[in-house]
């Protein structure tokens, strides 16, 4: 038998194919069959031709892309699954996608603090993030791909089991541009439109450390921090559903590069202030000191990331406050939902 | 009297080059010379067996086996017994290329014909082989191993010079087949689990490091393994150590045409697998 792609037989005994030439194995169209060879192709030596040459288009299943996810995809599946959302917000330069790279990549080498890696629908987005601290990349010094501006499709998703009570689960990180942030402090418009922040179970807010051992950044951290949580309280986007994570990024620069401990004095003024300012209007305000990826050897690879994780985790103040999970009747919207919902996020 | 059993399809899933053909060859060269005692046999000859004969002849011969091209799928269908003869299984396994697998991960596609196979599959064999395993080094690491072993450092002052952009085919091993079991999962659907036998070929390389071969696993690929256990109640899962071709072609190839019989070159290491039961995974998937 010859079709488009050349002359096609069976291997299994007694298939029709090799009589009639019309169904395999009751397969209306002989391609579906798992038995089918193409003849002129079975042939043992070098084949360079790629699945986009090979698989007619109408031929193919579509698997999940492994991209970032988009808002509207997070808000949508929140919504039905137990998913926890991260806001992960800062400054640019601050250190987001640097934490997030190194918290995937604290997975490569095993179970981390307590949590096991369980899936991921965003593999292939978590790789690209860690490539340039990857010697695959050929660098000698590792790096981090700044954010695109206006990226709608910067979200992460992580399945974890906790080992010690094999609980599952899910976990939808932000990585969204500084810029984005910097419009969320300057405009109740913009701040509006972060819908995800409605739905998040943890902000996390970069206080950027490489600024707080400079006399002349520190003060604009604190600010920085401080309008960006106001904003997102006072268009109460965030509140007592809310555990809000203030993170020293950075601070193996703040450990190593002040001998007068001035940048760790000025953490502790930037924590007492920001917990005197809103302490009582959001759910939890905990201040944390993280490396993710330390650029000298005062703290190690990942520093406050175990900690990090276990919160993220572990704690969810709007779960506690929201009716158990009810399946949307709507159709699906994304691929999240085609691949994601089939395969139950909590186990 | 035999008690036929319903027939089965299992994959075979790997990267290039992790041994995938070379133990169909050597699989086919022990059911059909039952030369090893108490290990599953052939039973009756089925379809056509040019492509198997073709590559178990080279294995008997310690020829190097060629590569599977990516557009084959070649179907290897057996007819087993087991030694007592109580039960025959009737196993049909398709030779895949491992490119079509590096394909799966980078298109984020598989032809219908594929998607049948995997739910359809009653499991899987999934291959691997230490010299051919791209792990995730960052460059922090291997700069503090340049620094300890008292070396400058390969960094220059300029910073970097030639860089490579990311791109899926640099992806490590373990996410590749974390994300190509993550396809298989959705597509067959919670309710429907699936076995799977780790299989670490070239065993030979590695067994002198004293280690079990999840043991081995989990040093090697840990996310691998974490994604397995943690979906236990979809995967379950055995992990063999392989030698199927008994040694290295171009160092020991008169020692191992030497063997008699040929299937004493085999080698297996596993629950429920006697030294040279190639077959033992077999069993496994199939009970």
Sequence with gaps: MTDETGDIGCRREGCALLTDGVRASGYEDPEDCPSIVHENSQRVGDDTRTNVERIPEQNRVSLHSGLELDAETVLNVSRDVWAKVILIAGAEGSGKTTLLASLYDSFQRGPFEGFSFAGSLTLPAFERLCHLSRIASLRETPETERTPRGDRRRYFHLSLTDVSSEDRCDLLFSDLAGEQFRLVMNSEDECRKLAVARRADHVAVLADGQKLISLESRAAVLSDVRRLLRSLLDCEMIGGQTVVEVLFSKWDLVKAGDQNAAGVSYAERVEEELRHTFSDRVGNLRFLKVAARPQNDSVPFGYGLDTLLTHWARESLFMSGVEAHTVSPEPPLSEFDRFGLRYPMRA | MSERVAASEHLLIGLPATGKTTFLAALWHLVESAEIPGTLRLSKLEGD???????????????????????????????????????????????????????????????????????????????LHPNEIVEPFRIDQANLLVDAAGHASGRSEEGAKETVAWSHELAPTQVILTDVLQFMHYRRGPGRPMKVAIMISAWDL?????????????????????????????????????????????????????????????????PDAAEHDLTAPLRWLFD
């Design chain 2, 49 to 127: 067996r040019e492509y198997i004969n073709e590559l178990a002849r080279k294995w008997q011969q310690c020829e190097p086996l060629p590569r599977t091209p990516v557009s084959s799928q070649s179907l290897v269908s057996m007819r087993l017994r087991d030694p007592e003869g109580a039960r025959e299984i009737e196993v049909a396994i398709p030779d895949i290329s491992g490119e079509a697998f590096r394909q799966q991960w980078t298109d984020r596609f598989w032809s219908r014909g594929f998607d049948k196979l995997v739910t359809g599959s009653s499991g899987a064999l999934l291959f």
């Design chain 2, 206 to 270: 590695v067994e002198s490091e004293g280690k079990t071969p999840q043991n081995w696993c989990e040093a090697r690929l840990p996310l691998l393994l974490q994604f397995l256990q943690s979906n236990p109640q979809f995967w379950a899962t055995r992990y063999y150590g392989v030698s199927a071709q008994g040694g290295d072609l171009d160092q020991h190839r008169d020692t191992l045409l030497r063997h008699v019989p040929a299937s004493k070159r085999v080698r297996i290491t596993g």
